[in-house]
């Protein structure tokens, strides 16, 4: 299983990112994905997650209404549309599947909102 974070940088407050994770090594249209964050000096939370087939999301209180969590199976791809950012948001991204009760992670990707 691989997981490959992509499209984080540096943002004004009140701009947008989009994020993307490839996934490679497992077949990815079985499998609900998510998306946590880790900002410096705190712990890794949950931010959204995603059914298998597109057809369920769900999001942490803080970014409700300002993410969007979406998927593409065909290109066994996970993004993450941010908008409205805050300072707050500054983190590292991670996406995140577990399966058979195994967790595998990818190396993040860092987004700092700031001006």
């Known amino acids: 299983v691989q997981l490959v974070e992509s499209g984080g940088g540096l943002v004004q407050p009140g701009g947008s990112l989009k994020l993307s994770c490839e996934a490679s090594?497992?077949?990815?249209s079985r499998w609900n994905m998510r998306w946590y964050r880790q900002a410096p000096g705190k712990e890794r939370v949950?931010?959204?997650?995603?059914?298998?087939?597109?057809?369920?999301?769900n999001y942490a209180e803080s970014v409700k209404g300002r993410f969007t969590i979406s998927r593409d199976n065909a290109k066994n791809t996970l993004y993450l549309q941010m908008n409205s950012l805050k300072a707050e948001d500054t983190a590292v991204y991670y996406c995140?599947?577990?399966?058979?009760?195994?967790?595998?992670w990818g190396k993040g990707t860092l987004v700092t909102v700031s001006s």
């Open positions: 090594g497992f077949t990815f």
């Open positions: 995140n599947v577990v399966r058979w009760n195994v967790e595998y």
């Open positions: 949950f931010v959204a997650g995603i059914s298998s087939v597109g057809g369920s999301t």
